[in-house]
Every structure is written in structure tokens, then in C-alpha cells.
């Protein structure tokens, strides 16, 4: 059974920092593409960042050079670093996994159940 657990939101001030874990089971890890993804009430869903499982990363306009994606094989856990929070990022985030070597493909199958994010101002 395929599951993913993610953990770290929270309520934090504008400017400051959070980090988001994603614990995955039931499949192989390494050979996923994995990304984060948001959703904020009344907007839609939006990838803020992908890892393939190359390690290759990519990363949403709106995140570029405040958000970190990482993983850890070992561990099976999926991370996002997010640094420079505004209120703006105020939304739920997802953690979400791809049987694809590469985050194109769009074949995100698998997801968490969500962790809320709250930035104030």
C-alpha cells in the first residue's frame, strides 16, 4: 500500500521559515519523480516543486530562489525547505509521487493527505 504522510506545517510570520517532510512507504522511493504541490481555497492546485529520480530539480516561478526540494533515499522522505514566507503562501500542501523517471510526465498518482500552511502578515 502506497502512502505518504506529510508533516512541518504550521502558523509562522511573514519572512519566515518552515519545512515540510513527507514520509513515503509501499513503493520504491528512489525510482519515483516526486513534488510538492499547494492549494489555496478558491484557487487551483498549483506544482511548486519537482525531483525526478535523477535528482534533477525544478521549481515554480512563484517559489524560485525561497523553496528547496530534497529528498532523502534512505530515509524515503520527501522535504521542502521554505524560507521567505509570505502570506501569500498561505494555502494546503501536498506531497505527491510519480512512477516516472522525470517530473514531466504528470503522472502524480500518489498523494498525502495535505499539511496546512498559515503565513501572517
Known amino acids: 500500500l502506497v502512502q505518504l504522510v506529510e508533516s512541518g506545517g504550521g502558523s509562522v510570520q511573514a519572512g519566515g521559515s518552515l519545512r515540510l517532510s513527507c514520509a513515503a512507504s509501499?513503493?520504491?522511493?528512489?525510482?519515483?519523480?516526486s513534488a510538492w504541490f499547494r492549494q489555496a481555497p478558491g484557487r487551483e492546485r498549483e506544482r511548486l516543486a519537482c525531483?525526478?529520480?535523477?535528482?534533477?530539480?525544478m521549481y515554480a516561478d512563484s517559489v524560485k530562489g525561497r523553496f528547496t526540494i530534497s529528498q532523502d533515499n534512505a530515509e524515503n522522505t520527501l522535504y521542502l525547505q521554505m524560507n521567505s514566507l509570505e502570506p501569500e503562501d498561505t494555502a494546503m500542501y501536498f506531497c505527491a509521487a510519480a512512477p516516472t523517471t522525470y517530473c514531466n510526465s504528470g503522472d502524480f498518482r500518489y498523494w498525502g493527505q495535505g499539511t496546512q500552511v498559515t503565513v501572517s502578515p
Open positions: 525531483i525526478n529520480s535523477r535528482g534533477s530539480t
Open positions: 509501499g513503493y520504491t522511493f528512489s525510482r519515483y519523480s
